[in-house]
């Protein structure tokens, strides 16, 4: 079957020290301090054979996530811009749904109890937890000490089949309700993103009451489903920060009800205006540039009058962060960290959500095929025209 698969050098960084749970010439958890010389190709690779709690799943549909875009994307000195769990050559694409076409003897299925039927509708999880560690006993799965992540160090789904254990797999029947034909798998592969999403603003971030405010900072898939969830968790304003008009249209249609452009705009003066000079109870970093943003939203907590709001981190960036205690002491304010979308019963709820009304699909701005991939891979390092691109199998 054809894949899109991932290669690189291992070649550390004179600085870098592999730590315990680095894998050499193998794996590591800080791939931009490892990994060098990206290349993308479509080879040929086996039809997965699955054990006995695993099911085989023909992809219908995968979306490119900016974390493939950052793997395939090298900076000056060829080092891969991607910070995170990363082992190569690897198959991308973790964003996805399909149907399962084989499962073996003990691959249960949440929603009925029983075992996997041949044409279930199903996602995944992206992060492949222990379930033994001391962060995933304790309830902290995206924490896992021995994570694997499909698409990263797990061959992923940009290709034909895919096999995933059962525990991290989430039927699809519930879509059927409000979607059918492609729908049903264009909506289902948008579970994994809006799933960070909501681990994000409502696991990590502490969610918000109805009536607070929140501002989203970058109008990437993560930042425009925030937007949805936010929105319909009973926010009174949702605020987008957003340099581009395309994606600044396309923050009112998920959710928005205001758009502030950055680069343009005075952020503090127009986040303060708009709330009437009390500010948000959540802000949400979904820009992958702290380093720039940070400034503004402390800032803005420290200029407005609400006490208690708190910063969450979900871009995935290696770039420091400036911080000034003073201003999260005095205003009583928090930063949080985000990572993963399982556990906590986010992906069940999402489903339910989009079952619902809550509709993600117009993210989706291109449909491709398989082979389409790498030449857009690599069109997204530069063009942000399109929100997200998505391959149907």
Not at 68 to 73: E, G, P
Not at 113 to 124: I, M, N, Q, S, T
Not at 188 to 213: F, H, K, M, Q
Not at 305 to 310: A, E, R
Request: one cysteine or more; proline letters at 5%; a negative charge.
């Amino acid at each position: 079957m054809k894949t899109v698969t991932l290669f690189a050098k291992w070649d550390p960084k004179p600085e870098f020290k592999l730590g315990s749970k680095d894998i050499e010439g193998k794996l590591t958890y800080l791939g931009s301090k490892v990994w060098r010389y990206p290349e993308l190709k479509i080879v040929e690779k086996d039809i997965p054979k699955i054990g006995a709690e695993e099911v085989l799943i023909e992809v219908k549909a995968c979306g490119i996530c900016g974390s493939d875009v950052h793997m395939a994307q090298a900076d000056d000195d060829g080092y891969i811009l991607y910070p995170g769990l990363t082992a190569f050559p690897v198959t991308l694409g973790h964003e996805f749904s399909g149907v399962v076409v084989e499962a073996g003897e003990g691959a249960i299925n949440k929603r009925t109890g029983k075992r996997y039927e041949v044409g279930e509708p199903v996602c995944a999880e992206e992060m492949f937890w222990c379930g033994s560690c001391r962060p995933c006993a304790d309830g902290f799965p995206n924490q896992c000490e021995r994570l694997q992540e499909i698409g990263f160090s797990v061959d992923g789904a940009f290709a034909k089949y895919v096999k995933v254990h059962s525990r991290y797999l989430w039927s699809l029947d519930e879509l059927r309700d409000r979607y059918s034909g492609d729908d049903i798998f264009l909506a289902g592969s948008l579970v994994e993103p809006t799933s960070v999403a909501y681990n994000a603003v409502i696991e990590c971030g502490g969610g918000i009451r109805p009536g607070d405010n929140v501002v989203i900072c970058g109008g990437g898939p993560i930042g425009l489903a925030a937007v949805a969830i936010l929105k319909r968790a009973g926010a009174a304003r949702v605020i987008l920060s957003e340099p581009s008009d395309s994606r600044a249209e396309l923050g009112k249609k998920m959710g928005a009800d205001y758009v502030i452009n950055p680069i343009k705009d005075n952020f503090t003066e127009a986040v303060l205006e708009l709330t009437r000079g009390l500010g948000a109870k959540l802000y949400l970093e979904a820009s992958g540039l702290p380093h720039k943003v940070f400034p503004d939203i402390e800032r803005t907590i420290w200029e407005g009058k609400f006490i208690g709001s708190t910063v969450v981190i979900v871009a995935r960036a290696d770039a420091k962060m400036p911080v000034t205690g003073e201003v999260f002491q005095v205003k009583k304010a928090t930063i949080a960290g985000a990572q993963g979308h399982s556990g906590y019963g986010t992906f069940p709820r999402v489903i339910s959500s989009m079952a619902t009304g809550m509709n993600m699909i117009p993210l989706i701005t291109k449909k491709i095929t398989l082979d389409e991939l790498p030449e857009n891979i690599i069109r997204l390092q530069t063009d942000r025209s399109e929100c997200k691109i998505t391959a149907l199998m």
